[in-house]
């Protein structure tokens, strides 16, 4: 089972700063087959980007996604309030689909 | 509009059942697969289960197999999940999700329910 470590655990950021997370697979996957989401308290995760760099309908164009192989990223390149929230990237496997552990990502 | 509505959740001693359930609409259910994911209040994302759009391909996480069963109904545009012999460690918050393909694996999921909470304690 492919394993994904996010990182850092905890982002503390200003509106208007860029936000950079991490996503490390435990091997290789095919970028096609990665998704990112987010998660505000309270509610359900909504899907952001899949294939690793596309955007979900009505996601705004502040974030993206990019990586191959084992390492992803997700960019929020300036941090508007409603951003501020959990993020989780997933794998999207033929006989399992995992989750990383999340990056929270709040207000400095 | 898509909407994913769960219900079954409660409280429920260890070792005995519960079946929830998830109804679709505002799209072609039987075009797509459905999966369930769990989360304990707090915590991350697990996945539980999914089914493909006609039933006939599951997939379920390796701590929830000979335990939990997915079903689906496309006449009822409903999903279910069988949770016998549950334990301390499957108190979470049910989710109920639309994937984006026909298979419940090689695709994210683009639409969540609000969840089903399910407790299990003595």
């Known amino acids: 089972e492919i394993v994904l470590t996010q990182s850092p655990g905890t982002l503390s950021l200003s509106p208007g700063e860029r936000a950079t997370l991490s996503c490390r697979a435990s091997q290789s996957v095919d970028s096609s087959y990665l998704a990112w989401y987010q998660q505000k308290p309270g509610q359900a995760p909504r899907l952001l980007i899949y294939?690793?760099?596309t955007r979900a309908p009505g996601i705004p164009d502040r974030f993206s996604g990019s990586g191959s192989g084992t390492d992803f990223t997700l960019t929020i390149s300036r941090l508007e309030p409603e951003d501020f929230a959990v993020f989780y990237c997933q794998h999207c496997g033929s006989s399992s689909l995992t989750f990383g552990g999340g990056t929270k990502v709040e207000i400095k | 509009e898509v909407q994913l509505a769960e219900s079954g959740g409660g409280l429920v001693q260890p070792g005995r059942s519960l079946r929830l359930s998830c109804v679709a609409s505002?799209?072609?259910?039987?075009?797509?697969?459905m999966n369930w994911v769990r989360q304990v209040p707090g915590k991350g994302l697990e996945w539980v289960s999914g089914?493909?759009?006609?039933?006939?391909?599951?997939g379920y996480a390796e701590h929830v197999k000979g335990r939990f069963t997915i079903s689906r109904d496309n006449d009822k545009n409903s999903v279910y999940l069988q949770m016998n012999n549950l334990r301390p460690e499957d108190t979470a918050l049910y989710y109920c999700?639309?994937?984006?393909?026909?298979?419940?694996?090689?695709?994210?999921?683009?639409?969540w329910g609000q969840g089903t909470l399910v407790i299990v304690s003595s």
């Open positions: 294939g690793a760099s």
């Open positions: 505002g799209f072609i259910f039987d075009d797509y697969g």
């Open positions: 089914i493909n759009w006609i039933g006939d391909r599951i």
């Open positions: 999700a639309k994937g984006r393909g026909i298979h419940w694996g090689l695709a994210p999921m683009d639409h």
